[in-house]
Structures are given as structure tokens and as C-alpha cells.
């Protein structure tokens, strides 16, 4: 217990809670006898007060003495075995965090039973069973809806799950290799390799051109040869390229923004986007029920 | 028990000039041997005994289609009484009972005193019923006081050996049935002959046990004196007209023995005969001709007793009896003291607490048989889709507290053109959630973009239980972007 940021508290706390101790201790001891002036016999201890009210002599019964003892012992059995006095750990080394530890440790073993009958399932399976499917639902809402939205829709930035645009590959194997590996998506700037801001609009007018967006013809005709530099990662047809996690220019589906503003905006500033990786906070198993259930969303036509 | 000394109300004032003495505030507690007990009251604490013994023991086993008809699911979260499944959201009607329970004590305590201790008290009814074995098995007061003193031998082994037996026994089998209000005791059971029992399931047996054995056994009446709040309180609901078991001091005084045979002197001698065996029945072990003391539980043993004794001699019935200050000071008669029953105190205590019942019945009966709760996206603030739609995400938490599954068909209000989508609804826009399940449904809101003003506006979800037609609106907001 090193975070104390003042040598100050662990002092005040070993004060409190021995001195506590100690105080009770103490009060049971001086408490047991009080010298009083004679009791005549009619079980008053002889304090008067009020010209005629007397205190009488009920004694506490000496079995809850006793409880007060067994609960000092205790707490001195506390002191020792867990960190209770400032910066001392305890015998037992006993933390918050190994707790957590044994706990999940616990849970994990529990489930584990439904997760080998999981990991035994291949994901088309696993997506259409209702067990599985709300487990994977379940761990989407909680680590994965931050970004991609409750119902996976995405918003501008984070991809959309539930339709077939895949921008690095919507395969099982690629959905698991996203969710365990991340992804970083890298756009560079290339308003320098595309040319004059006249070209770069030209271009931009072009590629809204491939997914038949409104655009202005004949910008889009001259844009076609600038964007050459482009298809090396797009392709000739724009269609994209999974392989290296080029976006598909010629749908409707904008990541990043739909019309030309939002795209002359990519091409002179670039863009880097990143999925975060998911393999060091879940089990391969976790991951393939989660996969499944992304893989579900965006094939679910057989309901 | 130090009092049982002389007890000398009246004695001189102070005792200023006397030597000073050591006296030692702890003292060993003093076995109580109470004394069986026949009459009136007697047996209206059987009665109640019963009654709540029958309810204690028996509710668990009652059952309700599929499960127990009152089941504690402290694991699931859920609170199953007869048809009424309650969740951790419901904690507001427990709330509700303790409260009307707290203020049912008061009322009770200001009208009768400590009924509730002498008669139904489970520190009572388990003491009660481990006297009655104990004096099975042992034998009454008397016999009890002798075999206490007698040196060990064999059958006071097995005297004892067979009531301690008997005694863990029925705790055990108190810990079970207690144990069984928050596991199937069906299956508790089962558990138990398989040697199956969880360890926690074994811990709570064996500790729920081991207090009844230790309290109704041992602590006794020691609970009441030195442990139980209530006692401690309840001089607070008292006042002069409360009643109380009082000793009629003016009827008994000065006490003195009598025989049947010598006539009593009626100018020199009191009713009571000084036959002690008020002091003898009383289970907390104090002398009613004292007054009211905090230690009397109410039973009224020591009234019953006594009029036995006034049956013997062939007096009137009541030197001890259940009374009130008032009428025992004033000399009232019986309508005279019941008419001050309704006095403000009660009035009001009877006022607060019809309100309270008829408040919690309502909103019991009231309670819709679904909840809803909504979250709207934080990190999605508002977005484009097809169409030219502009939408808002939101959860929508649907709990469904029947037992039954349900479909919910959700619906939203609020702004112009709303439209509400779901993936997980179908063309209906209803969804299904399992018996006694929540489920988080991802909703989407849809204006067309342009359509209102940017900023914040109100809009209201509503769910409605295709079954049962009842409608859940919960409220949020709908943000559109500049
Ligand atoms: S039982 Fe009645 S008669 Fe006997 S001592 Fe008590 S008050 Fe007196
Ligand atoms: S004094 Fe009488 S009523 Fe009170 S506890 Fe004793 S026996 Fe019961």
C-alpha cells in the first residue's frame, strides 16, 4: 500500500483504529467498578440528582462483557491478518485487486462449461443460437456500443456493422481478427499527390460519381485521371481493397461524411481511424461468441 | 438480576453519609426457571403460537404453478409472493411494509402495551415453545430447580441430553424451513437427503439454527433486557392509558399469608396471599407487585396465575390483571377504561397507518406488469441514415415482471414525423421478452433531417404489453445537431 500521497494518512488511520481499540478496551475496564457512597440495600449505586432522582444499579450481564472482549480480540486478529493499519499489508497479502482476481477467476470457471459448448459451434451456428446471441449481445452493449452505437448502426467515424459494406473483410475469420487484433484505418493526406485544389475537386466530384452521387459531371470527368493515385489503394473501380482496409468509394456508405466538402476534406487532411483491440480483455472464446454475433447482425437473413 | 433483592420503592431518598462501596457493574446472569402456566391468556399465546409456527413452517411448502408461492430469489433478484413477482426496482413496497409494520408496532404499544412481545415475538413464541420442551422432558419449575442442583448423574444426563437434543433438532429444522423462503424448499430438502447442500445453503442453516438454539435455549428473556431495541423505546408509546398487567395494590396490599382455612381479616390483610407464584411463572423473572418495569413482556402468565389463586381462596378474580394506570389510580370500571382507547395518539397512529395501507395497496394494484427504462447513446449523438433521415439511438430496458413471455409493442411521441425503428422488433414494432426477464432492445428515433429546430427536444417512449394492453411511457430527449 504504496498510494498513500502523504505520509500523513496512514499515521491518522493507524491512530483511529487502534486508538479505537484501545479506547473501548479501556472504558470496559475503568466501567466494570464504580466506588459509590454506600447503596443502602434497594439496588441504587447512591448518585443522586434532581433533589430525589437515584440512579439505579441494573449491572450489565457479564456474558456481553464477554462479546466486547471476543470483539476486541477480533479486531486485533483483524489488524494483523488484513491491511487495517496504514501502509502494513496484513498477513494474508489480501488486496482489492486479488480479490477481483479470484472472482473472475471463479465466474470464468463457472461459465467456461458454455463457452467450450460455444467454441465448439462454427459462427453461422452460433449467430442463429439464442443463448449465444444473447450472451454476444450482452458484451456488445457493454464494450462495444460506446462506438459503433446500441444498435450497431455506427455514426460518422465508426462503421456501421449491420450492413455488407465490410471495410476490412465481413468473414468470420476477419470479423475475429478485427475484434482481437484491432484495426488502425490510414488514409494519408494526398492533396500534394493529387495536385492543384482544382484537381482535388475534380477528383472528389469523381469519386461521388462511382456510387452515382450528385456531382458535377464534368469536374468528375477531369477528376478521373488524378485519381490514380487513389485507385493504388481504391482500385481502378474505387470498389476499395480489404486487404489493406481501403474503404469501397463506390457505394453510398461514407464513413467519414457524405458530399464533396466531407470528401475534398479526406484528401487534403487524411484520416487515421482505430478500432481499438479487444484479444487482452476477452477469452478466444468470448471473442468467437462476439463475433458471431457481429457476423449475425449483417447475416441474419434467415430469421 | 440484582432486583430481586428487597424491593423497596418507598425507602429513604438519599443515602448521603453512608461509607462509599466498590459495586461491580457486571454480573453474572441469574437462571430464570418460569413456571408452566394455565388460563385465559395462557392460552391465547398458544393460539398465537400456532398461528404464526403454522404460517412460519408451513408458507415455504405452498405451491404456486410452477414454484413456491413465496420465494426470496436473493440471487435472481426477485421476490416471488403468490402471483406478485417483485424486483430490486420494488424495493419502494418493502419500504412501504416496514414502515406500516414500525407504525402497526406503535399503535399496538400505545393501545395494549407490549402485546406484540408477550404473544408473538419470535424471541418469545421460540422461548415458549423450548420451555414447553424443556418441561416435557424435565419436568416444571420445581423439578427443573432440582435436577439443575442434583449432582451429575445418570439420568440427569440423560435428562438433559435428550432435551438439548430435542432442542437442536426443532432449531435445525427452524434454520431449514428459514432458509427455505429463500431457496426452493422442495429442493432444499432433496439437497439435504443427497448430501448436496451449497455450502452457504449449510452455513445459514446451521447458523439460523444455532441462534434459535442459543436464543429460545439460553438467551431468553436476557434478548428482551438487554438486546432488543423495542424495549428500550416503547416507554416513549406508553401513557396512562395503555394497557399494561398491573397488580392492584390498593385491592392486594398489605399482602400476607392466608390459608383456606383461616378466615381472612379484611381490615388488617390484602387480597394477595404473598403465594409468590406471579414471580415463579414470570419468564423475565421479576415480581409484577412491583409495578410496571421495563423487563414485563405483557404476557399476562403472572394475571392467569393469579387468578387461579383467587379461585382457590374464593376471591374475586383480577388482583392482577391486564389494566391501565388510569383505571387502576381512578378506580374505573371496564367501559370506563375502554372508552379511553380512542384518544389523539392512536387517532393519529390509526390515521398515518390507513393512509399508509391504503397507498401501498393501490400502487400494489396499480403496478403495471412490465417496466421501462431508457438510455439514450451517449457516444452517437445524432446521425444521418438512409433516406435522409436524421436519428437518435436509444436503449430501451424492458422488464418483464410477469411469468410469463410477453410481447411489447413499443411506439414514441413527442416531435413531428417521429418514427421509431428497431432491428430487433419486427414489422409490428413488438418485441418478445422471456418470462421474468429484461432485456435491452437498441431503438432507433427518425425525423426527417431539417424538419424541426436544433437543440433538444422532448419526446416520449411508449410500450405498450400486447397481452395485457397496459403502457409504460418513459421520457428522453432527441437531439438534433446545428
Ligand atoms: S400470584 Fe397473586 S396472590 Fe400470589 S403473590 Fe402474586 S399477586 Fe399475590
Ligand atoms: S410480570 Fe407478568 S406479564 Fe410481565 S412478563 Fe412477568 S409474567 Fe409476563
Given at each position: 500500500m504504496s498510494d498513500f500521497t502523504s505520509s500523513f494518512w496512514p499515521i491518522f488511520i493507524t491512530v483511529i483504529s487502534v486508538g479505537g481499540v484501545i479506547g473501548c478496551a479501556l472504558l470496559l475496564w475503568l466501567t466494570s467498578k464504580i466506588k459509590a457512597t454506600s447503596p443502602n440495600g434497594d439496588n441504587t449505586n447512591g448518585h443522586v440528582w434532581d433533589e430525589n432522582l437515584r440512579e439505579m444499579n441494573n449491572p450489565l450481564p457479564r456474558w456481553w462483557v464477554w462479546m466486547f472482549i471476543i470483539t476486541i480480540a477480533f479486531s486485533l486478529f483483524y489488524f494483523a491478518a488484513y491491511p487495517a493499519i496504514g501502509t502494513y499489508a496484513g498477513k494474508l497479502g489480501w488486496t482489492q485487486v486479488n480479490q477481483y482476481e479470484q472472482e473472475m477467476e471463479a465466474a470464468n470457471k463457472t461459465i467456461a462449461p458454455l463457452y467450450a459448448k460455444f467454441a465448439a459451434m462454427p459462427i453461422d451456428q452460433l449467430a442463429a443460437n439464442p443463448e449465444a446471441k444473447a450472451i454476444g449481445e450482452r458484451i456488445f452493449m457493454n464494450n462495444c456500443a460506446q462506438c459503433h452505437g446500441s444498435d450497431a448502426h455506427g455514426s460518422r467515424g465508426f462503421p456501421n456493422l449491420t450492413d455488407k459494406d465490410w471495410i476490412h473483410g465481413g468473414s468470420p475469420e476477419k470479423i475475429a481478427e478485427t475484434l482481437t487484433n484491432g484495426r488502425v484505418g490510414m488514409m494519408p493526406p494526398m492533396a500534394a499527390a493529387v495536385g492543384s485544389e482544382d484537381d482535388v475537386k475534380n477528383v472528389a466530384n469523381y469519386v461521388l460519381s462511382l456510387s452515382n452521387s450528385s456531382h458535377d459531371a464534368t469536374r468528375a470527368a477531369a477528376g478521373k485521371e488524378k485519381f490514380a493515385v487513389c485507385a493504388a489503394c481504391h482500385g481502378a473501380d474505387g470498389t476499395g481493397n480489404q486487404a489493406i482496409g481501403a474503404p469501397n468509394l463506390a457505394d453510398n456508405i461514407w464513413l467519414h461524411g457524405a458530399g464533396e466538402e466531407a470528401i475534398i476534406k479526406r484528401i487534403n487532411e487524411g484520416k487515421v481511424n482505430q478500432m481499438p483491440a479487444q484479444g487482452a480483455k476477452f477469452s478466444p472464446e468470448q471473442i468467437h461468441v462476439l463475433t458471431a454475433y457481429v457476423w449475425g447482425l449483417s447475416n441474419n437473413e434467415v430469421k | 438480576m440484582s432486583s430481586k433483592k428487597n424491593p423497596n420503592a418507598k425507602s429513604d431518598v438519599a443515602n448521603a453519609g453512608s461509607e462509599a462501596t466498590v459495586i461491580n457493574l457486571y454480573a453474572a446472569a441469574e437462571k430464570i426457571y418460569p413456571r408452566s402456566t394455565f388460563g385465559f391468556f395462557t392460552k391465547w399465546r398458544w393460539v398465537m403460537i400456532w398461528l404464526t409456527q403454522l404460517f412460519f413452517y408451513g408458507v415455504p411448502w405452498i405451491e404456486w404453478g410452477q414454484r413456491q408461492a413465496l420465494l426470496f430469489d436473493l440471487e435472481a433478484r426477485r421476490f416471488y409472493i403468490f402471483n406478485l413477482v417483485l424486483y430490486p426496482q420494488d424495493l419502494i413496497y418493502l419500504t412501504g411494509i416496514l414502515i406500516i409494520s414500525a407504525l402497526s408496532l406503535f399503535l399496538f404499544t400505545a393501545i395494549a402495551g407490549r402485546l406484540w412481545c408477550g404473544y408473538t415475538c419470535p424471541q418469545t413464541v421460540y422461548t415458549e415453545i423450548f420451555l414447553w420442551i424443556e418441561a416435557k422432558i424435565e419436568g416444571d419449575r420445581a423439578a427443573r430447580i432440582r435436577l439443575d442442583d442434583a449432582p451429575l448423574s445418570a439420568r440427569k444426563i440423560l435428562k438433559k441430553g435428550g432435551k438439548h437434543f430435542a432442542w437442536i433438532a426443532f432449531a435445525l429444522w427452524t434454520g431449514f424451513t428459514f432458509v427455505g423462503y429463500f431457496t426452493p424448499i422442495r429442493e432444499l430438502g432433496d439437497a439435504i437427503v443427497n448430501m448436496g447442500l451449497g455450502p452457504w445453503q449449510t452455513f445459514w442453516i446451521l447458523f439460523y439454527g444455532f441462534a434459535t438454539y442459543g436464543n429460545a435455549g439460553f438467551m431468553r428473556e436476557q434478548v428482551c433486557k438487554y438486546m432488543c431495541p423495542y424495549a428500550r423505546f416503547q416507554s416513549a408509546m406508553f401513557d396512562d392509558d395503555t394497557l399494561i398487567v398491573t397488580y392492584d395494590e390498593k385491592r392486594g396490599e398489605p399482602r400476607g399469608k392466608a390459608s383456606l382455612k383461616t378466615d381472612m381479616d379484611k381490615s388488617k390483610q390484602g387480597a394477595c396471599i404473598d403465594c409468590s407464584l406471579c414471580v415463579q411463572v414470570c419468564p423475565t423473572g421479576i415480581d409484577i407487585r412491583k409495578g410496571l418495569q421495563y423487563e414485563c413482556i405483557g404476557c399476562g402468565a403472572c394475571a392467569?396465575?393469579?387468578?387461579?389463586?383467587?379461585?382457590?381462596?374464593?376471591?374475586?378474580?383480577?388482583?392482577?390483571?391486564?389494566?391501565?394506570?388510569?383505571?387502576?389510580?381512578?378506580?374505573?370500571?371496564?367501559?370506563?377504561?375502554?372508552r379511553h382507547i380512542l384518544r389523539p395518539r392512536v387517532l393519529i397512529y390509526a390515521t398515518i397507518l390507513s393512509v399508509l395501507v391504503v397507498t401501498l395497496l393501490t400502487s400494489l394494484m396499480l403496478r403495471t406488469s412490465f417496466r421501462v427504462d431508457v438510455v439514450r447513446d451517449r457516444g452517437v449523438m445524432a446521425r444521418i441514415a438512409e433516406g435522409g433521415m436524421l436519428e437518435n439511438v436509444?436503449?430501451?430496458?424492458?422488464?418483464?415482471?410477469?411469468?410469463?413471455?410477453?410481447?411489447?409493442?413499443l411506439g414514441a411521441s413527442g416531435v413531428a414525423n417521429l418514427k421509431i425503428e428497431s432491428d430487433v422488433a419486427d414489422h409490428d414494432k413488438t418485441v418478445t421478452v422471456n418470462p421474468a426477464e429484461s432485456r435491452w432492445i437498441p431503438v432507433r428515433l427518425q425525423i426527417p433531417d431539417g424538419s424541426i429546430k436544433s437543440g433538444s427536444h422532448p419526446v416520449k417512449f411508449e410500450v405498450r404489453a400486447t397481452e395485457s394492453n397496459e403502457i409504460v411511457s418513459e421520457k428522453s430527449v432527441f437531439l438534433v445537431p446545428r
Amino acid at each position: 500500500m504504496s498510494d498513500f500521497t502523504s505520509s500523513f494518512w496512514p499515521i491518522f488511520i493507524t491512530v483511529i483504529s487502534v486508538g479505537g481499540v484501545i479506547g473501548c478496551a479501556l472504558l470496559l475496564w475503568l466501567t466494570s467498578k464504580i466506588k459509590a457512597t454506600s447503596p443502602n440495600g434497594d439496588n441504587t449505586n447512591g448518585h443522586v440528582w434532581d433533589e430525589n432522582l437515584r440512579e439505579m444499579n441494573n449491572p450489565l450481564p457479564r456474558w456481553w462483557v464477554w462479546m466486547f472482549i471476543i470483539t476486541i480480540a477480533f479486531s486485533l486478529f483483524y489488524f494483523a491478518a488484513y491491511p487495517a493499519i496504514g501502509t502494513y499489508a496484513g498477513k494474508l497479502g489480501w488486496t482489492q485487486v486479488n480479490q477481483y482476481e479470484q472472482e473472475m477467476e471463479a465466474a470464468n470457471k463457472t461459465i467456461a462449461p458454455l463457452y467450450a459448448k460455444f467454441a465448439a459451434m462454427p459462427i453461422d451456428q452460433l449467430a442463429a443460437n439464442p443463448e449465444a446471441k444473447a450472451i454476444g449481445e450482452r458484451i456488445f452493449m457493454n464494450n462495444c456500443a460506446q462506438c459503433h452505437g446500441s444498435d450497431a448502426h455506427g455514426s460518422r467515424g465508426f462503421p456501421n456493422l449491420t450492413d455488407k459494406d465490410w471495410i476490412h473483410g465481413g468473414s468470420p475469420e476477419k470479423i475475429a481478427e478485427t475484434l482481437t487484433n484491432g484495426r488502425v484505418g490510414m488514409m494519408p493526406p494526398m492533396a500534394a499527390a493529387v495536385g492543384s485544389e482544382d484537381d482535388v475537386k475534380n477528383v472528389a466530384n469523381y469519386v461521388l460519381s462511382l456510387s452515382n452521387s450528385s456531382h458535377d459531371a464534368t469536374r468528375a470527368a477531369a477528376g478521373k485521371e488524378k485519381f490514380a493515385v487513389c485507385a493504388a489503394c481504391h482500385g481502378a473501380d474505387g470498389t476499395g481493397n480489404q486487404a489493406i482496409g481501403a474503404p469501397n468509394l463506390a457505394d453510398n456508405i461514407w464513413l467519414h461524411g457524405a458530399g464533396e466538402e466531407a470528401i475534398i476534406k479526406r484528401i487534403n487532411e487524411g484520416k487515421v481511424n482505430q478500432m481499438p483491440a479487444q484479444g487482452a480483455k476477452f477469452s478466444p472464446e468470448q471473442i468467437h461468441v462476439l463475433t458471431a454475433y457481429v457476423w449475425g447482425l449483417s447475416n441474419n437473413e434467415v430469421k | 438480576m440484582s432486583s430481586k433483592k428487597n424491593p423497596n420503592a418507598k425507602s429513604d431518598v438519599a443515602n448521603a453519609g453512608s461509607e462509599a462501596t466498590v459495586i461491580n457493574l457486571y454480573a453474572a446472569a441469574e437462571k430464570i426457571y418460569p413456571r408452566s402456566t394455565f388460563g385465559f391468556f395462557t392460552k391465547w399465546r398458544w393460539v398465537m403460537i400456532w398461528l404464526t409456527q403454522l404460517f412460519f413452517y408451513g408458507v415455504p411448502w405452498i405451491e404456486w404453478g410452477q414454484r413456491q408461492a413465496l420465494l426470496f430469489d436473493l440471487e435472481a433478484r426477485r421476490f416471488y409472493i403468490f402471483n406478485l413477482v417483485l424486483y430490486p426496482q420494488d424495493l419502494i413496497y418493502l419500504t412501504g411494509i416496514l414502515i406500516i409494520s414500525a407504525l402497526s408496532l406503535f399503535l399496538f404499544t400505545a393501545i395494549a402495551g407490549r402485546l406484540w412481545c408477550g404473544y408473538t415475538c419470535p424471541q418469545t413464541v421460540y422461548t415458549e415453545i423450548f420451555l414447553w420442551i424443556e418441561a416435557k422432558i424435565e419436568g416444571d419449575r420445581a423439578a427443573r430447580i432440582r435436577l439443575d442442583d442434583a449432582p451429575l448423574s445418570a439420568r440427569k444426563i440423560l435428562k438433559k441430553g435428550g432435551k438439548h437434543f430435542a432442542w437442536i433438532a426443532f432449531a435445525l429444522w427452524t434454520g431449514f424451513t428459514f432458509v427455505g423462503y429463500f431457496t426452493p424448499i422442495r429442493e432444499l430438502g432433496d439437497a439435504i437427503v443427497n448430501m448436496g447442500l451449497g455450502p452457504w445453503q449449510t452455513f445459514w442453516i446451521l447458523f439460523y439454527g444455532f441462534a434459535t438454539y442459543g436464543n429460545a435455549g439460553f438467551m431468553r428473556e436476557q434478548v428482551c433486557k438487554y438486546m432488543c431495541p423495542y424495549a428500550r423505546f416503547q416507554s416513549a408509546m406508553f401513557d396512562d392509558d395503555t394497557l399494561i398487567v398491573t397488580y392492584d395494590e390498593k385491592r392486594g396490599e398489605p399482602r400476607g399469608k392466608a390459608s383456606l382455612k383461616t378466615d381472612m381479616d379484611k381490615s388488617k390483610q390484602g387480597a394477595c396471599i404473598d403465594c409468590s407464584l406471579c414471580v415463579q411463572v414470570c419468564p423475565t423473572g421479576i415480581d409484577i407487585r412491583k409495578g410496571l418495569q421495563y423487563e414485563c413482556i405483557g404476557c399476562g402468565a403472572c394475571a392467569d396465575i393469579c387468578d387461579t389463586v383467587m379461585d382457590k381462596m374464593g376471591y374475586d378474580r383480577g388482583l392482577v390483571k391486564y389494566s391501565t394506570q388510569h383505571a387502576i389510580n381512578l378506580g374505573w370500571n371496564h367501559t370506563q377504561m375502554l372508552r379511553h382507547i380512542l384518544r389523539p395518539r392512536v387517532l393519529i397512529y390509526a390515521t398515518i397507518l390507513s393512509v399508509l395501507v391504503v397507498t401501498l395497496l393501490t400502487s400494489l394494484m396499480l403496478r403495471t406488469s412490465f417496466r421501462v427504462d431508457v438510455v439514450r447513446d451517449r457516444g452517437v449523438m445524432a446521425r444521418i441514415a438512409e433516406g435522409g433521415m436524421l436519428e437518435n439511438v436509444y436503449r430501451l430496458q424492458i422488464m418483464n415482471a410477469t411469468e410469463t413471455t410477453q410481447r411489447y409493442q413499443l411506439g414514441a411521441s413527442g416531435v413531428a414525423n417521429l418514427k421509431i425503428e428497431s432491428d430487433v422488433a419486427d414489422h409490428d414494432k413488438t418485441v418478445t421478452v422471456n418470462p421474468a426477464e429484461s432485456r435491452w432492445i437498441p431503438v432507433r428515433l427518425q425525423i426527417p433531417d431539417g424538419s424541426i429546430k436544433s437543440g433538444s427536444h422532448p419526446v416520449k417512449f411508449e410500450v405498450r404489453a400486447t397481452e395485457s394492453n397496459e403502457i409504460v411511457s418513459e421520457k428522453s430527449v432527441f437531439l438534433v445537431p446545428r
